[in-house]
């Protein structure tokens, strides 16, 4: 009978420890070393005396004010299972750790494949969007989680045969996670080509093309995915009128990068603030509610439009023209920062790098609004008939549903994958030969 140590590659099973003076060494099968320090293990150690294994949290009687300086094992050994257990000694005599190898493995400081990113393919408009069917998505973890990485790899997907209502288009998100709450009283917005009202309260409804931009970018945190289902489009000009377009904003920043440093270095560092305000509008919850409930807010936010993490790495994309508030820039760099600005603009209208689609009936468009930007061609024949639903979800929210399922693809326990980074339960769901 195989056991799960077998079943693992070898990157996740130790072929030797070495216990040195400041803490232990391990040789992995795959050839690779890593050193463990005393202090970070006895810090992490899972044993009831450390973590709670019910709230998976810190014990409080996990005391650092007591904890050694140089905790010194007594002890340390491979178990049967493959895991590494320390007896300790010293200060900590009576105490016993027992720490899974593959966690080991994906917490060592050694190992560069933890340090890079989940992997992004950037693309432009020969870009093949990916197809899902609805009610696979629905039943089935595997094809969700195939959903939720490729909205990691390239931002946008699109799922096929939807039930055309509002009902199903919120079940398929809360599948993910619960729908972002809006400003609005209904967290479901609904754009209808004939709903002459909604286009005086935001230029979105309106006829005109819209620009390619990203939603709420004028909110502290803009929403991470937005969804929308078209569940009405009936064009008698058979033409390309209400298509979609999508752009891939990390492929701009890539772009404006080697073309002009000094442009991106602007773009990176230099505020583009943008803001929104509604006053006393009222939305009405249902068809059947004769008196509408209204809603107010008023935003401001100061963004870079292209945001970088630690790393250096574009982690987020903010534009939208229609929300844009005056420059706040020194007047010795707004002609530089203007000419940025333009040049991002000009790209985002660039053949080169937008695709542009037909949202079907019964077609569901996943779009990551951190990275991807939407626009929509101009609606001119009166008598073109549209109907989209969107909403929100949030950043967090996406990613915890990732990483729950990712987690249920590795066979670990909870006690172990809590707290992982996302790049390491990537790694660790794919840790079976
Ligand atoms: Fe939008």
Redesign the pocket.
Known sequence: MTTVLQQLKPAFRIESIATLDKGVNITWKDGHESFYHNLWLLDSCRYPKSFQRDTLNLNSGHDLLKMPLNPTPQEVMVDREGNLDIVWGGEETGHHSVFDASWLRVHCQSDQALKQRSPLQLWDSSVSIPHFDYHEAMEDDGVLLLFLNKMVELGVAVIDNAPKNEESFRAIIERVGPLRQRYHPTNVFTMDRSDKKAQGIHH?YQAGK?QN???VTAYDIPAGL?FFECILYENPDGDRQAYSTIVDGFKLAEVIKTENPWFFELLTTEYIPAGRKRLFVEEKLSENETSGRKYEWDTYRRNHLIKLDEHGDVYQIRY?HNTRIPLEVSYDKIEDLWAAYRRFSELLQDPKYMTEFLLAPGQVLAIDNWRVL??RMGILNPNLQRILL?AFLEEESFRSRRRILLGDKTGMSDLWLMGCSDRALEILSDRYL
Do not use: Q
């Open positions: 979105a819209l931009h990203t939603d937005v939208s939407h626009g969107g």
